[in-house]
């Protein structure tokens, strides 16, 4: 039988030098590495909700026609600045212009009958005052007896007749004045009809829209044109409706707008008091500056912000990445080590950490190039 220790000797040494390797040393003569510590610290960090919007012009007009009729003239095109009062789209007036005519000729008409109106009433007026004074005297007479009941009575009848006359001929100078009046209605609403021919601007601003071109037939209430107040816009965000609650008219936010190089503070000026059924939204409108970048359509972003909560924060620059994994030189009893952490937020300045850090414990920062785990370091005060 052959002895089986000779064969268990060498499987030992194998397996004791298949064992865990010694961990790295460093040379323990080697100067150690300065650094720069700063402490890991609990702030307050606002809470932001950010909603996205657009911005919309706080003024807009459709431009459209009062009458219909063909478009003659188009003088403005989309991006034009405009003037208050200043012309934009010509109509064919034509037919207006004629009815124009056809009223100033019949109040013409009713002022050509004035004179002989005046000059009936005047006569009617003579003869009246004549029949007046006939009277008087006959009555004098007849209380005297020295006339007949029979003369009495037609000197009676003759006032009636001249008073009769005479209202006759007041009723119909009434009657011409009415009917001045009525043609003077009639021009003035011709040539406020005959204006709409002539549509122009409301108020100073840019054209951001035009939906007509000569020839057209343009009808009441079918859109020209369309008209912003220049410099007066406004972000309109939508938030949902369970956010509502925290935010208020008057409430500062931080918008930021493409094309605009810096963010803007600004403040809530209106919220639709209407959910929008199918996004569960409100609409919220904040009021922006004057600024030139400003356009009407412009994508923004606004960010609320919501009370506050407890963060634990190091320096921006102090984590590294490498692939999807962050962390940190931390300085432990002189020795540097590395520590994985998991990043929040960011702000200017501040990174959130979420985990892998406690509060006070000291990450190195500035990183050395030269700086590896386990090394020794010396910390600058």
Known sequence: MTDCRFFLIPLVIGLAGCGDKPKEKFDDSAPPVVVSVVAASAETWPTIYEATGS???????????????????????????????????????RDLDANARRAEAAREEVRTSLPEANSSVGAAKANLDLAQTTFRRMQELFQKTSISNQEFDEASAKLKAAEAAYEMV?????????????????????????????????????????????????????????????????LEAAIEESRLAAIKVGQPVTITLDGVDHAINARVSEIVPTVEAASRSYLVKIDLPELPAIRSGVFGRVAFRLGGRPVLVIPAGAASERGQLQSVMVAENGIAHTRLITEGQRSTDRTEVLSGLAAGEKVIFPVPQNLSDGARIEVRR
């Open 170 to 234: 007041r009723a119909r100078r009434t009657q011409v004045d009415s009917k001045l009046a009525q043609s003077e209605q009639e021009v003035r609403a011709a040539d406020i009809t005959r204006s709409y021919g002539s549509v122009s601007a409301p108020f100073s601003g840019v054209v951001t829209a035009r939906t007509v071109e000569p020839g057209s037939l343009a009808m009441p209430g079918t859109p020209l044109l369309t008209i912003e107040r220049e410099g007066a816009f406004r």
């Open 55 to 93: 911005v919309r012009a706080r003024t807009s007009a459709v431009i459209s026609s009062q009458l219909m009729g063909y478009v003659r003239e188009v003088k403005v095109s989309p991006g034009d600045l405009v003037r208050a009062g200043q012309l934009l789209v010509t109509l064919d007036t």
